[in-house]
Nanobody, 126 residues
Framework: QVQLVESGGGSVQAGGSLRLSCRPS????????MGWFRQAPGKEREGVAV????????YYADSVKGRFTIFQGNAKNTVYLQMNSLKPEDTAMYYC???????????????????WGQGTQVTVSS
């Protein structure tokens, strides 16, 4: 069982930046499709960005393209989400997710992911 540990949420004004990080609670040599989903109050959870830790495939939601960047850290299976030019509509609980299957065309589907973090709050004020 893989547990995911997230950090980096917080409050920022519109136009500001935040960086989220996610790592497994214990080291593993496996590769995963890892990334971020978010859920705003009263809305469904939606995919934000994912990346395959073995390299080669990265996906973004249209709403964050050009503003958010997902990248891997030096430690195996540590991923970061750099969020720039934040908007009030980016306010949500952000969840790290991981799947042992390479990221593909249905990367945004919640059922693709076996492992989830507890979530970290991002609040963007206007």
């Amino acid at each position: 069982q893989v547990q995911l540990v997230e950090s980096g949420g917080g409050s920022v004004q519109a136009g500001g930046s935040l960086r989220l990080s996610c790592r497994p609670s214990r080291s593993t040599s496996n590769d995963y499709c890892m990334g971020w989903f978010r859920q705003a109050p009263g809305k469904e959870r939606e995919g934000v960005a994912v990346s395959y830790t073995g390299g080669g495939s990265t996906y973004y939601a249209d709403s964050v393209k050009g503003r958010f960047t997902i990248f891997q850290g030096n430690a195996k299976n540590t991923v970061y989400l750099q969020m720039n030019s934040l908007k009030p509509e980016d306010t949500a609980m952000y969840y790290c997710a991981a799947s042992p299957i390479r990221c593909g065309g249905t990367w945004y589907e919640i059922y693709e992911y076996n492992y989830w973090g507890q979530g970290t709050q991002v609040t963007v004020s206007s």
